[in-house]
């Protein structure tokens, strides 16, 4: 009897400042396997955990044929793991929520420490914009404020949904946010009015600053981590007075855009194992001294044998470096 053919799956990585998320899809990009760790300052790290715990769910009979990296350290985790694609977080999340919500239009997402809007149009990303600046509008600050209020962070969206009276809290700016929230706790506000506020101000801060000037049309999708808070969910609602559909997988989404996107990239160079978690990895950062820009440069060893570095402005630094 021949033995069954192995069945083509693809390793989509998000690498974020807070989380670190990943997808093992198929070729009809069902969803396989998935983990959700923090980073922890660690993306290599990270990577590896994340890597172990997909191969414990993969089921059997699959081999991985393409590998994709987006999020802030996308290169890094990239050259570690030997990806064939390798994209920012505007692609990646636009491909990965199209292939979810087909007609989307416009795309909120709040990560940990950044933010984005992405605008559809024909399936086509027409507009876009990051904040990576201020963490007023973030998973972070609402994190923080929690703590804060000693609230937990998984119980403070039903919190705020009791509230009748919502505190306003200043929403242009983290220092103000925090200041005006401890001036409304001296004066009386209960915690939940307060944190009905923060709900608020994360989303008012979001619209008046990121999407600022754009036209947001339906349907509306929301995801990252904040998605999961209904009160954040149910102020976005009531301030576009339009539906916002939040999907189970949402904070999957940059990931899976990237495992669907290394399918028609070129192939991968070696075969991929997700043996590669045990595999020493190592980053240094040196200054090339070759001139008196002084470049900063990264430099990638795998095992001890140096297989890639960046920061260099000039091609006499990347033969040297």
């Not at 998000?14 to 997808?23: A, F, L, M, N, P």
């Not at 420490?113 to 605008?119: A, E, G, H």
């Not at 039903?158 to 242009?172: D, F, Q, V």
């Not at 290394?262 to 020493?280: G, N, Q, T, W």
Request: with cysteine; hydrophobic share 40%.
């Amino acid at each position: 009897m021949s033995k069954a053919k192995n069945k083509n799956a693809y390793l989509g990585i998000d690498i974020g400042s807070i989380s670190t998320k990943g997808v093992v899809i198929d070729s009809e990009n069902k969803v396989l396997a998935s983990s959700y760790n923090w980073t922890n300052g660690n993306p290599l790290g990270a990577v590896k955990d994340l890597l172990l715990a997909l191969k414990k769910d993969l089921p059997s009979g699959y081999v991985v044929q393409g590998v994709g990296t987006t999020g802030s350290a996308r290169r890094l985790v990239g050259v570690a793991l030997g990806a064939n694609v390798v994209k920012n977080e505007i692609t990646a999340h636009a491909i990965g929520t199209l292939s979810v919500v087909p007609d989307v239009r416009t795309i909120l997402e709040i990560g940990g420490q950044d933010s984005k809007i992405v605008l559809v149009n024909n399936g086509v990303v027409s507009d876009y914009a990051m904040n990576t600046l201020c963490a007023a509008g973030t998973g972070s600050f609402l994190s923080s404020q929690a703590k804060r209020l000693d609230v937990p962070l998984e119980d403070f969206a039903n919190l705020a949904l009791t509230s009748k009276n919502p505190a306003k809290i200043a929403a242009r700016c983290t220092v103000f946010a925090e200041s005006d929230l401890v001036h409304k706790a001296q004066i009386g506000y209960s915690k939940a009015d307060i944190v009905a506020g923060l709900c608020r101000s994360i989303v008012l801060n979001y619209l008046n600053n990121l999407a600022k000037g754009k036209q947001i049309k339906a349907p509306v999708v929301f995801q990252g981590g904040v998605s999961k808070n209904k009160a954040v969910v149910k102020e976005f609602e009531r301030e576009l007075g339009l539906p916002v559909y939040v999907d189970k997988n949402g904070h999957l989404m940059g990931a899976l855009g990237v495992a669907i996107l290394s399918k028609s990239a070129p192939a991968l160079l070696k075969e991929f194992s997700f043996d590669v978690a045990d595999v020493k990895f190592e980053t240094r950062g040196t200054e090339c001294e070759l001139c008196p820009n002084s470049c900063e440069v990264i430099q990638v060893f795998r095992d001890e044998v140096l297989i890639d570095s960046w920061g260099n402005k000039c091609e006499r630094g990347v033969k040297n470096a």
